[in-house]
C-alpha cells in the first residue's frame, strides 16, 4: 500500500495545489480565516509529501525516479511523463517550501479578493512543480509560459502602486518574446525526430549548424528568465511592484526556472553549440554581475537593491553552469537553492518593514536595532548570507562555481568574485542604513518588533541556510550522479 | 425498386428556403395589416428560425443515409465530408447565435422581423457555398450570402453609421463579385469547363510530359489569381482589408457577431477547392503570394490593432491576423496544412463566439449618454459586477493570443508546426515574432477587466441564465478540447484526407 503511494507520490504533489484550489472555489469570500487556513494546509501537505520524495530518493544514481507516464496524444508521441532526478529534486522541495511562507508572509496584509489571490498562488504551484518535473519538451514549455499568467495577474491586481501595471507588461513580454523563439525550435525537433520526450532526445545528435541556431533561440527563452544583460529589465520592475509574496515566489523559484532550463535543455541536447557560445554566455554574465552590482549601490528603495542582487547572484550560477565540470555544475545547483533561501528571506524581511510603515525608500529607516533586536538579528543573519559569509549557504554555492570556473576560464573567475565583493559594498551599506544609527523620530513614531508568526516564517528558511552552509553534502549527495550523467552526456 | 430523385443531394436547402418563403408569408400576412395591429413577430419569427436551423442541421447530419453519390446535378454539387462537416459547424454556431441575439433585438429596437429571415438567407447561401463543384453555383451562392451581408449591415435604417457600414461592405462586395467573376470568365475561356472535377482532372499533376500541358498558359494563372483575390476581399486580408474595420465597427453588433465568425469557413471550403483541388498543379503559382499576403496580414493586424480604442474595430484586427495565421498553413501544400487550418479555424470559431457573445450580452446600464458601441474603457471592473464573466472572457483572450495552457496555443502551434515541416523557417519566424506583438492588446483587454483601480466600474443590465448557458457550453468544449483535442484532431485529418 505504502509502496502504491510512493510510485504515484509525484502525482499527489502536482495535484494537491489543484485540489486545495477546487476547495477553495468552494468557501465563501467572506469567510476569510478558512481560506487561509485551507490554502496554507495544502500547501503545507504539499511541502510534507516533497520531503517524502527527498527521503525516498536514490542517492546512489543518476536516472530519472518517481517516473510516472501519462499518455495524452499518444499518435503524436506527446505523452504526460513526470520525473525527478538529482537536478529537479531540490527544486522541487524549494517550490513546496516558498509556497506555504507566502501564505503565512501575506496573512494580514491582503485584504480585498483573498480568494483569488490564494487561488493564484496554488495555480502557480501546480505550473512551477510541472515545470520541474515533466521530463517532455513541448509540455515543459506549455508549463513555462503558463506561469506567467498567474504571475501577471498577481503583480497587476494585488502591487503597491500605479507602476505595477507598467512592471506586469515589461514581465510578461519580455519573457514572452524570448519564448515564443524556443516554440520555433521545439517545432523543429519535433518535427525532425517525431517525439519530444527528452530521454529520446539525448540519444540524438543534430548537426553543427542546427546545434547553433537551436542554441540561439533556447538561450533567448531561458535568458530573458535568468535574467542576463541586457534583457533583465523586467526584474526591478517586477520585483519592486509586487507584493511581498509575489516577489517572494518570484525570486526564489521563477528565476530559478532559466537556470534550470539552462542545465536541464541546453547542455545535454547542443554541447557543441555551448563550447562554441561559451565566450558570449562568460562576457554576458560577468558583465551582468559587475553591472548590477554596481548599480545596486546607488539604489534608494530597499527592494530595487534586493532585486538587482538576485540579478548579479543569478549571473555567477550561470559561470558555474558553463564551466563545464561537476564542481562548476553542482556549485551552480547549490547556489541557486542558497538564492532561493537567501533572496527569499531578504523579501520578506522587506516585507515585514513595509507592513508596518508602508514605504520601502532606505531615507526614511534608521536605527531599527534599538526597537527590533530580533528583527535586526534576522537581517544580520541573512545579509550576511547574501555577502557569502562562510558557515551560510552562500559561500559554499559561490566557491564551489568559483573553483570550477577558475579551471575553465581564470580571467572570468577573476570578474565574478570581483563582482561578489562589491556585492558585499552594496549589501553592508543597506544593513547600515537601516538598522543602526539613530531611530528616525521624525517620519515614524510606533515600532513593533516581528510576532510569532513573522518569525516562524523565517525558521526554515534558516535552518536550510545553516545546514547547507556548514553540512553541505546533505545536498551534494542527491546530485551528484545527475551532474556526472550529465557531464557524460556532453562530453562524450 | 429504388426511386432515385436527382434533388435529394440539396434536400436540406431545398428544406430551408421553402421554410424561409413559409416564415415570410407567416410574417407578411400576420404582422403587416391594421387588424391585427401592426404584430411585432421577431420573438417568435426568432424561435421558429431557431428551430428551422435545428431540422436543417438534423437533415445535413444524417444525409449520409439518404444521398447515395457524392457529385450531382451535373458535377455541380459535392456531398463529401468537408462540406457535411462546415454545414453542420455553420448551421449549429448560427443556431446559438440566433439564441443569444434576442435581447440585442430587443434592445435596439430591430422591430423587422425580416432581419432573422436575411440570417437565414445568408446560411442557405453558406451552405450552397459548402456544397459547391463549380465556378458559377460558388459564385451564386457567394452572392445570395454577401447580399444577405449587405441588409444585415445596414438594417438600421434611422443610424448613419449603419447605413455607411452597408454601403461600403455593397460596394466593395459587389466589385469583388465582379471579380471573381472576371476571373472565371477568363478560366472558362482558357480551359473550356467551370467544374472544379474537370480542372482536376486537367491540372492536378502538372509535369513535364503532361499532355494538358498546353494550357498551363500565363493567362490561365492570371484568371486565377483574379478569382483568388476576389475571394481575399471576402476574407479581409491585406491589403484588401480596408472595409473590415469601418465595416465591423459601424453595422449593428449582431450583424458584426456574423461576419466575424461565420461566413470564413465557408470561403475557406472554396479557397480549399479551388487551390488544393483543381489548380493543385499550380502551387507554384499561388503559394507565394498567399506567403505574402499572409506575412502583411499578419503584420498589419498586429501592428494596427495597437491603436485601436473601440471593441468592434479591435476585434476586426484580430480576425485579419487570426486569417493570416490560416493562411501560413493553408500555403504549406502538405496534408498537415490542411488538418491545422481545420483545427484552427474551429477553434478560431468557438473562441469568436465567446468573446462576441460576451460583447453582445453585456448591456451598458447607463441613462446619460446613449451610445451604441463599446470602447474599450466600457468593460472597466468587469470582475466586480460579473466575476464569472470576466473569468471567461479573460481565459477565452487568453486562449486567443495564442498563450499556453489553453487551446488557441495548441492550434497555433499546429499551424508553426505544419509551416517548419514545410521548411518554411522565416516565415513561421517573423509571423511568430508579430504574434507577440498582437497579445499586448489582449492582455490589455484583460488589464482594464481586473487591473484598474478606480472604485467603481461600469453597471450592466444583469445577463438572463439560458443566455449565459450558451456562452458557457462553449467555453466547457474549449476546456474540453485542450484536455482531449483527439475529437478536433480526427475529424480535422479526414477532411485532409479528401484532398490527397
New interface residues.
Given amino acids: 500500500m505504502f509502496k502504491m503511494i510512493l510510485k504515484n507520490l509525484l502525482i499527489y504533489i502536482l495535484f494537491l495545489p489543484l485540489t486545495g484550489c477546487l476547495l477553495l472555489t468552494f468557501i465563501s469570500s467572506n469567510n476569510k480565516k478558512l481560506l487561509k487556513l485551507v490554502a496554507l494546509n495544502f500547501s503545507c501537505l504539499t511541502f510534507i509529501c516533497t520531503l517524502f520524495l527527498w527521503v525516498f530518493f536514490n542517492k546512489s544514481t543518476g536516472i530519472f525516479q518517481f517516473v510516472i507516464k501519462i499518455f495524452w496524444?499518444p499518435?503524436?508521441n506527446l505523452n504526460f511523463i513526470l520525473g525527478v532526478d538529482g537536478i529537479s529534486l531540490f527544486f522541487v522541495v524549494l517550490t513546496s517550501l516558498l509556497i506555504p511562507l507566502c501564505f503565512l508572509i501575506s496573512w494580514n496584509s491582503i485584504e480585498r479578493n483573498l480568494k483569488e489571490y490564494l487561488i493564484s498562488f496554488l495555480i502557480m504551484e501546480f505550473f512551477l512543480i510541472g515545470v520541474f518535473c515533466i521530463l517532455d519538451l513541448?509540455l515543459f514549455?506549455?508549463?513555462f509560459?503558463?506561469v506567467?499568467?498567474p504571475m501577471?495577474?498577481i503583480i497587476?491586481?494585488w502591487g503597491s502602486r500605479?507602476r505595477?501595471?507598467r512592471a506586469?507588461?515589461f514581465f510578461?513580454?519580455y519573457t514572452?518574446?524570448g519564448s515564443?523563439?524556443m516554440?520555433?525550435s521545439i517545432?523543429?525537433i519535433?518535427?525532425e525526430i517525431g517525439t519530444t520526450d527528452y530521454e529520446v532526445l539525448l540519444t540524438f545528435s543534430f548537426s553543427k549548424l542546427e546545434q547553433n541556431i537551436l542554441w540561439l533561440t533556447f538561450f533567448f527563452s531561458f535568458a530573458s528568465k535568468v535574467p542576463m544583460i541586457p534583457v533583465h529589465l523586467w526584474l526591478p520592475e517586477a520585483h519592486v511592484e509586487a507584493p511581498t509574496a509575489g516577489s517572494v515566489i518570484l525570486a526564489g523559484v521563477l528565476l530559478k526556472l532559466g537556470t534550470y532550463g539552462f542545465i536541464r535543455f541546453l547542455l545535454p541536447l547542443f554541447p557543441e553549440a555551448c563550447f562554441y557560445f561559451s565566450p558570449f554566455v562568460y562576457s554576458l554574465s560577468a558583465l551582468g554581475i559587475v553591472y548590477t552590482s554596481f548599480t545596486a549601490i546607488r539604489q534608494t528603495d530597499f527592494k530595487r537593491i534586493i532585486a538587482y542582487t538576485s540579478i548579479a547572484h543569478m549571473n555567477l550560477v550561470m559561470l558555474g553552469i558553463f564551466s563545464f565540470n561537476t564542481i562548476g555544475i553542482e556549485g551552480a545547483i547549490l547556489q541557486s537553492l542558497s538564492h532561493g533561501f537567501v533572496a527569499s528571506s531578504l523579501f520578506l524581511i522587506i516585507g515585514i518593514v513595509y507592513d508596518r510603515h508602508h514605504t520601502r525608500i532606505v531615507k526614511y529607516y534608521g536605527g531599527l536595532v534599538h526597537v527590533m533586536p530580533l528583527y535586526s538579528f534576522i537581517f544580520l543573519f541573512f545579509t550576511m548570507a547574501n555577502i557569502g559569509l562562510p558557515g551560510t549557504s552562500s559561500f559554499i554555492g559561490e566557491f564551489l562555481i568559483l573553483v570550477g570556473s577558475f579551471k575553465t576560464n581564470t580571467s572570468i573567475t577573476f570578474l565574478g568574485a570581483t563582482g561578489m565583493v562589491i556585492g558585499g559594498c552594496y549589501s553592508l551599506w543597506l544593513f547600515n542604513r537601516i538598522i543602526y544609527g539613530n531611530l528616525k523620530t521624525q517620519y515614524f513614531n510606533e515600532f513593533i518588533d516581528i510576532n510569532k508568526r513573522e518569525f516562524l516564517t523565517f525558521f526554515p528558511l534558516i535552518i536550510g541556510t545553516i545546514f547547507m552552509g556548514l553540512l553541505p553534502n546533505i545536498f551534494l549527495a542527491p546530485i551528484h550522479f545527475s551532474v556526472n550523467f550529465l557531464i557524460e552526456l556532453m562530453v562524450f | 425498386m429504388i426511386l432515385q430523385i436527382k434533388e435529394i443531394s440539396i434536400f436540406s436547402e431545398i428544406f430551408l428556403s421553402i421554410s424561409i418563403i413559409f416564415l415570410t408569408l407567416h410574417g407578411v400576412f400576420l404582422s403587416y395589416n391594421k387588424f391585427n395591429k401592426f404584430l411585432l413577430l421577431q420573438n417568435s419569427i426568432l424561435s421558429l428560425a431557431v428551430l428551422i436551423l435545428v431540422m436543417s442541421s438534423f437533415l445535413i447530419f444524417n444525409e449520409h443515409l439518404f444521398i447515395l453519390d457524392y457529385l450531382s446535378f451535373n458535377y455541380s454539387i459535392s456531398n463529401d465530408y468537408l462540406s457535411f462537416l462546415t454545414k453542420i459547424l455553420i448551421g449549429v454556431i448560427t443556431i446559438f447565435f440566433l439564441l443569444i441575439i434576442e435581447q440585442y433585438l430587443l434592445d435596439q429596437k430591430i422591430n423587422h422581423f425580416e432581419y432573422i429571415l436575411i440570417i437565414l438567407y445568408s446560411v442557405l447561401g453558406l451552405f450552397l457555398l459548402c456544397s459547391a463543384n463549380d465556378l458559377i453555383t460558388a459564385y451564386l451562392a457567394i452572392e445570395l450570402q454577401s447580399l444577405s451581408f449587405y441588409l444585415l449591415a445596414a438594417f438600421k435604417k434611422n443610424s448613419t453609421f449603419s447605413i455607411e457600414a452597408g454601403l461600403k461592405y455593397f460596394i466593395l462586395g459587389a466589385f469583388s463579385s465582379g471579380l471573381f467573376l472576371f476571373g472565371a470568365s477568363i478560366v472558362y475561356g482558357v480551359v473550356g469547363s467551370i467544374n472544379f472535377d474537370d480542372f482536376k482532372d486537367l491540372f492536378f499533376w502538372l509535369s513535364p510530359g503532361n499532355k494538358f500541358e498546353f494550357l498551363q498558359t500565363n493567362l490561365l494563372q492570371f484568371g486565377l489569381t483574379f478569382i483568388l483575390i476576389s475571394l481575399f476581399f471576402k476574407l479581409a486580408l491585406v491589403p484588401f482589408h480596408l472595409w473590415a474595420p469601418d465595416v465591423y465597427e459601424k453595422s449593428p453588433t449582431s450583424s458584426s457577431f456574423f461576419f466575424a465568425v461565420v461566413p470564413k469557413i465557408a470561403i475557406f471550403v472554396l479557397l480549399l477547392r479551388i487551390c488544393y483541388y483543381s489548380f493543385f498543379g499550380f502551387i507554384d503559382c499561388w503559394r507565394y503570394y498567399i506567403i505574402i499576403i499572409s506575412f502583411l496580414s499578419v503584420l498589419v493586424g498586429s501592428f494596427a490593432g495597437l491603436e485601436q480604442r473601440k471593441l468592434k474595430s479591435l476585434m476586426a484586427y484580430s480576425s485579419i491576423s487570426h486569417m493570416g495565421y490560416l493562411l501560413i498553413s493553408f500555403s504549406t501544400g502538405s496534408i498537415e496544412g490542411i488538418q491545422m487550418l481545420f483545427n484552427y479555424i474551429i477553434i478560431y470559431m468557438i473562441s469568436g463566439f465567446c468573446i462576441w457573445g460576451i460583447f453582445i450580452l453585456t448591456r451598458l446600464k447607463n441613462n446619460y449618454s446613449k451610445k451604441g458601441n463599446k470602447d474599450l474603457g466600457d468593460l472597466t471592473l468587469l470582475k466586480k459586477s460579473n466575476k464569472i464573466l470576466a473569468f471567461v472572457f479573460s481565459l477565452t483572450l487568453?486562449s486567443v493570443a495564442g498563450?499556453?495552457?489553453m487551446v488557441g496555443?495548441f492550434v497555433k502551434?499546429g499551424v508553426?508546426?505544419s509551416a517548419?515541416?514545410a521548411s518554411m523557417?522565416f516565415v513561421?519566424?517573423f509571423n511568430?515574432?508579430f504574434?507577440?506583438i498582437s497579445?499586448?492588446y489582449y492582455?490589455r483587454i484583460i488589464?482594464i477587466l481586473?487591473?484598474e483601480?478606480i472604485l467603481v466600474g461600469k453597471l450592466y443590465y444583469p445577463i438572463k441564465t439560458e443566455k449565459f448557458i450558451i456562452i458557457f457550453l462553449f467555453f466547457y468544449l474549449f476546456i474540453f478540447l485542450f484536455i482531449n483535442?483527439?475529437f478536433l484532431?480526427l475529424i480535422s485529418y479526414k477532411v485532409s484526407l479528401l484532398f490527397f
Avoid: C, Q, R
Wanted: proline share 5%; glycine share 2%; net charge neutral.
Fill in positions: 496524444l499518435n503524436l513541448l514549455y506549455i508549463f509560459e503558463s506567467l499568467i501577471f495577474l497587476g491586481v500605479e505595477k501595471i506586469a507588461y510578461f513580454i514572452l518574446l515564443v523563439l516554440l520555433l517545432l523543429y519535433y518535427s | 487568453f498563450l499556453p495552457p496555443f502551434f508553426f508546426l517548419i515541416e523557417y513561421a519566424l511568430i515574432l504574434s507577440v497579445t499586448f492582455i488589464k481586473y487591473f483601480k483535442p483527439t484532431y
